[in-house]
């Protein structure tokens, strides 16, 4: 006897399920609504087209207005009409075309869009149909736009305030210096390596020389001052000024800075006596010059680091690594080791200048 089981029909196999089929209504609407595209496509022979919602969209139209060549170049920017007027008449000798410009919404607004569009050649080898792709970049032109209003207000104030602008290769070489050249009448070739400073004066070249090496090695700002000795024969005082431009993992890309006139100035005097003891004993001792010991044990004393006394006073780290390098040949400015002295004086040090002592610090 059949079992119960035995008597049940057999199992219909289930069909295999099929993905769902979308169309290509639905992979066009989702490309159009992405990226801000329309499409159109047309038989060159008749004046009428077929657009899709997203150059409906993009030109600012009801999608229930025929669409026609004519009126799509008609909305063309006066501007640019000319230029860009032929546009169906190239695509009907069998050319294709890409082209940028602007147009004229119905509401007065004005859109940037980049065209696309090819021929398609009949049996007879005759364009019979047309189809193109329209992108709305008028973001693009805005940024753009913006980018070069931000180069142009930079370019007038460096035309304004600096006499040289100048940009350097990554290890220092120079690089673009046309106004050096103009100021200075040295060729590219007698500029290249250390040859720019040829144009300097000899008595500046070794603090020159310094403050640029040790803004290379330690990727700092460059800030200096210095004689040059222009085209015309006269030595002029510039004060010179960069800094790194650099690249997402930190190496430098290039430098960039400026030279500024310093008119009417002897920015560097005589040189400051080599020892504090050179300085008259009348000196009162707010003013006495201090010493590289004394610089070096007073920023240790108040913690602080070369990068913050530098910021601390307002100058660079190279001129803080030469005040208290004591075998330094470059010597600095008077009123430069007078600032780096109130900033420490700020931080809490005093300075101590007892007769027949060697000068020392104290906490305040």
């Known amino acids: 006897m059949p079992t119960r089981a035995l008597m049940q029909p057999p199992a219909t196999p289930h069909p295999a399920v099929a993905p769902h089929a979308f169309s290509s209504r639905n992979f066009l609407k989702l490309i159009e609504d992405t990226g801000k595209v329309g499409f159109w496509s047309s ?23 025929e669409m026609t060549f004519g009126f799509g170049l008609d909305m063309i920017h006066p501007d640019d009409q000319a230029a860009h007027r032929d546009q169906i008449a190239v695509l009907r000798s069998g050319q ?35 189809m193109g792709v329209v992108f709305d970049v008028t973001a693009q032109h805005d940024a753009m736009r913006a980018l070069l209003q931000r180069h142009d207000r930079l370019t007038a104030l460096i ?10 290769k990554a290890n220092g070489e120079p690089s673009e210096m046309p106004q050096w050249m ?19 004066h000899p008595e500046d070249r070794p603090r ?14 460059y800030n200096t001052d210095y004689r040059v000795l222009c085209a015309d024969g006269i030595y002029r005082w510039f004060n010179a000024r960069g800094a790194p431009v650099l690249n997402r993992d930190g190496s430098v890309r290039e430098w960039v800075g400026v030279c500024l006139n310093v008119p009417g100035r002897t920015r560097y005097g005589a040189p400051p006596p080599e020892t504090p003891a050179a300085v008259p004993s009348a000196a009162p001792a707010a003013d006495a010059l201090v010493t590289p010991a004394q610089i070096r044990a007073a920023r240790g004393m108040a913690g602080l680091s070369k990068e913050d006394l530098a910021k601390l006073a307002e100058v660079s780290i190279s001129t803080v690594n030469r005040l208290e390098d004591s075998g330094s040949a470059v010597r600095p400015r008077p009123d430069t080791v007078l600032a780096v002295r109130r900033a420490l004086e700020k931080a809490g040090i005093v300075f101590t200048f007892e007769p027949g002592v060697k000068p020392g610090i104290r906490e305040a």
């Open 208 to 221: 020159t020389l310094a403050a640029w090496t040790t803004a290379i090695e330690h990727t700092a700002p």
């Open 96 to 130: 294709a075309i890409s082209r940028e410009f602007r147009i004229v919404r119905p509401d007065r607004t004005q859109r940037w869009i980049l065209h696309h569009a090819e021929a398609i050649l009949g049996p007879d080898g005759v364009p019979c149909q047309g």
């Open 159 to 168: 035309a304004a305030t600096a006499s040289v602008f100048w940009v350097n």
């Open 43 to 65: 038989d060159l022979r008749s004046e009428r087209l077929t657009a899709s919602p997203g150059l409906y969209r993009i030109l600012g139209i009801d999608p229930a207005t």
């Open 182 to 200: 103009a100021l200075t009448g040295q060729s590219h070739a007698e500029m290249q390596g250390l040859g720019w400073l040829d144009a300097v």
